[in-house]
């Protein structure tokens, strides 16, 4: 004879409709939010390798066409030359950055050129001058996070510090003299051929780099000044001014 010691097992409970709701609501936010992280990964971590690997493989296509052998007959160039949009021209250094690298520096500021990781020269609504113009102002844009942020840490390079541009035959040498934390960035001024809120108040051979702020946003913009101290010519064996050894 067999003895029941527990009565009969309840019946399983029904799971209210206000609960499965919220478990699916639940589920949706969870999801977000790991599409969230990894469209936070994606922009600031993958862009930036992505960048670096595309400024690098420009940098070492520009290097080539400076180390080709001039061919011969060839006439001798009369003039700067002239670039177009998305051209090489040289390499921008900057020591307080502390990357320990280069940034190549390239014609434009849309984003087809600055998301591949250099900085790009103002083509207006001011067109920049170049560094062997006899005056004006030389004025780089670059992203400050993701796609390289070579401008990431630009809030760090103060009044004093030293800005160097390579060209295929000349180091420009750069003084910072001051700097704007944040403007609106609809302020053109200060790309002006004498930057708005500077410290100069004339015709100049002037470096002016700008990039977003605050950190992670674009919705102001900040700018570095610095002004031409000397040009040293490149020699055969590129040996770098005494502000980058």
Known sequence: MQIQLNGPAPAPRRRGRGAAVLGVVG????TA??????????SLWWTGVVADRQADTAGDRLRDTWSAPAVPGAPAAAAPPVYAAGDGLGFLHVPALGRGDQTLIRMGTDPAVLNEGVAGVYEGPYRSAMPWDAQGNFTLAAHRDGHGARFHDLDKVVPGDAVVVETRDQWYVYRVDGSLPQTSKYDTGIIAPVPKGSPYTGPGRYLTLTTCTPVYTSRYRMAVWASLVRVDPVDAKRTPPAELR
Not at 27 to 30: A, D, K, P, R
Not at 33 to 42: E, H, I
């Open 27 to 30: 589920e949706l936010l969870i």
């Open 33 to 42: 939010g790991l599409m969230l992280a990894l469209f936070v990964g994606y």
